[in-house]
Nanobody, 114 residues
Framework: VQLQASGGGLVQPGGSLRLSCSAS????????MGWYRQAPGKQRQLVAA???????TYAGFVKGRFTISTDNAKNTVYLQMSSLKPEDTAVYYC?????????WGQGTLVTVSS
């Protein structure tokens, strides 16, 4: 299974970005897709996740600012990020739970700075 993430970059505080992550390969059903982030010197943490039934989970620090969605036909998960803050700066990783296994993308850097 390969995950290809894109969409990171440099944005000013208050700006927006949309991350994408496409999954390819594998023969098992996708059970959930999600985004995590890891800031320098900190542990990786859940940002948002979406299950097959479309139920979602958001970390408290992004509620109301970030939206997770999927295109199931394309096995793609998106993270629309708005009202970005400097503390959102991190490497963002997508994660896909397929069958009994989880898979990680390569990470995409989001930098929020003026």
């Amino acid at each position: 299974v390969q995950l290809q993430a894109s969409g990171g970059g440099l944005v000013q505080p208050g700006g927006s970005l949309r991350l994408s992550c496409s999954a390819s390969g594998g023969n098992s059903r996708i059970n959930s897709m999600g985004w995590y982030r890891q800031a320098p010197g900190k542990q990786r943490q859940l940002v948002a996740a979406i299950n097959r039934d479309s139920s979602t989970t958001y970390a408290g620090f992004v509620k109301g600012r970030f939206t997770i969605s999927t295109d199931n036909a394309k096995n793609t998960v998106y993270l629309q990020m708005s009202s970005l803050k400097p503390e959102d700066t991190a490497v963002y990783y997508c994660n896909v739970a397929m069958g009994l296994r989880g898979y990680w993308g390569q990470g995409t850097l989001v930098t929020v700075s003026s």
